[in-house]
C-alpha cells in the first residue's frame, strides 16, 4: 500500500464539512482496491491514536472526521477567546435521553416519561439541532414525532445510536454509584 493512499484519505477527511463514512472513501478512491483503502484507514487511525499528537481521528456519526484532543482544551479556549462551553440542562438532557431511548416519541409520552410539561426543552433542543422532527403519528391530534440527529452523535461522540449504553449497563453503573455513596 502506498503513503500516498494514507496521505489522500486523511486530506478526504481534512477538507470534508462533516463526518465522512468510509463508503464514501472508497467510492471516491474507487481506483483503489477496497481492502487496500480499508486498511489504509486503519493505519491512519492507528497512527493519530499512538502518536502524541494534538489532534485525533474520530469516529462519529457513522464517518470519520478529525477533533482536537479534550486534554488540550483549556488551551484552545484561550486561543478561540470561550469563556465556557454551553452545557445542556438537567431537563435538555433528561429529554434527549428519553427521545435517544425511545425515538421515534411524541411530545405526550415524552411529558408521560418525565412527568412533567417539556415543550420550552423540546424547542430548546430543535433549536440546538439535537432532535427534529420526522413526522406524525396516525393517532388523533396527528402528534409530532421526534428523533435524534447526526449533530446528537456529534455532540455526544457517538458514532451511532448503539453505542449508548444499554439497560443493564446504565442499572450497574447506578449500583456502583449507590455503592460509592453509602460507603462515603
Same mark, same amino acid.
Given at each position: 500500500?502506498?503513503?500516498?493512499?494514507?496521505?489522500?484519505?486523511?486530506?478526504?477527511?481534512?477538507?470534508?464539512?462533516?463526518?465522512?463514512?468510509?463508503?464514501?472513501?472508497?467510492?471516491?478512491?474507487?481506483?483503489?482496491?477496497?481492502?487496500?483503502?480499508?486498511?489504509?484507514?486503519?493505519?491512519?487511525?492507528?497512527?493519530?491514536?499512538?502518536?502524541?499528537?494534538?489532534?485525533?481521528?474520530?469516529?462519529?456519526?457513522?464517518?470519520?472526521?478529525?477533533?482536537?484532543?479534550?486534554?488540550?482544551?483549556?488551551?484552545?479556549?484561550?486561543?478561540?477567546?470561550?469563556?465556557?462551553?454551553?452545557?445542556?440542562?438537567?431537563?435538555?438532557?433528561?429529554?434527549?435521553?428519553?427521545?435517544?431511548?425511545?425515538?421515534?416519541?411524541?411530545?405526550?409520552?415524552?411529558?408521560?416519561?418525565?412527568?412533567?410539561? *417539556?415543550?420550552?426543552? @423540546?424547542?430548546? +433542543? #430543535? %433549536?440546538? !439541532?439535537? =432532535?427534529?422532527?420526522?413526522?406524525?403519528?396516525?393517532?388523533?391530534?396527528?402528534?409530532?414525532?421526534?428523533?435524534?440527529?447526526?449533530?446528537?452523535?456529534?455532540?455526544?461522540?457517538?458514532?451511532?445510536?448503539?453505542?449508548?449504553? *444499554?439497560?443493564?449497563? @446504565?442499572?450497574? +453503573? #447506578? %449500583?456502583? !454509584?449507590? =455503592?460509592?455513596?453509602?460507603?462515603?
Amino acid at each position: 500500500m502506498s503513503e500516498d493512499l494514507k496521505g489522500i484519505i486523511e486530506a478526504l477527511i481534512f477538507v470534508s464539512t462533516e463526518p465522512l463514512s468510509s463508503e464514501r472513501i472508497k467510492e471516491v478512491l474507487a481506483d483503489f482496491p477496497e481492502e487496500e483503502v480499508e486498511r489504509a484507514l486503519q493505519e491512519l487511525k492507528q497512527n493519530y491514536e499512538t502518536n502524541n499528537r494534538g489532534i485525533c481521528l474520530q469516529q462519529s456519526a457513522g464517518g470519520y472526521l478529525f477533533a482536537t484532543r479534550p486534554e488540550f482544551d483549556p488551551w484552545i479556549r484561550r486561543l478561540l477567546q470561550i469563556e465556557r462551553k454551553s452545557r445542556l440542562s438537567q431537563a435538555a438532557l433528561e429529554t434527549l435521553a428519553i427521545i435517544a431511548y425511545h425515538q421515534p416519541i411524541t411530545s405526550s409520552e415524552i411529558a408521560a416519561i418525565r412527568g412533567v410539561d *417539556s415543550t420550552g426543552t @423540546i424547542k430548546t +433542543l #430543535l %433549536e440546538k !439541532k439535537l =432532535i427534529k422532527i420526522v413526522g406524525r403519528r396516525s393517532t388523533p391530534g396527528r402528534p409530532l414525532v421526534y428523533r435524534t440527529t447526526e449533530k446528537f452523535l456529534l455532540y455526544f461522540g457517538l458514532n451511532s445510536l448503539e453505542d449508548l449504553p *444499554s439497560e443493564e449497563e @446504565i442499572a450497574r +453503573l #447506578l %449500583e456502583e !454509584k449507590d =455503592i460509592e455513596q453509602t460507603e462515603s
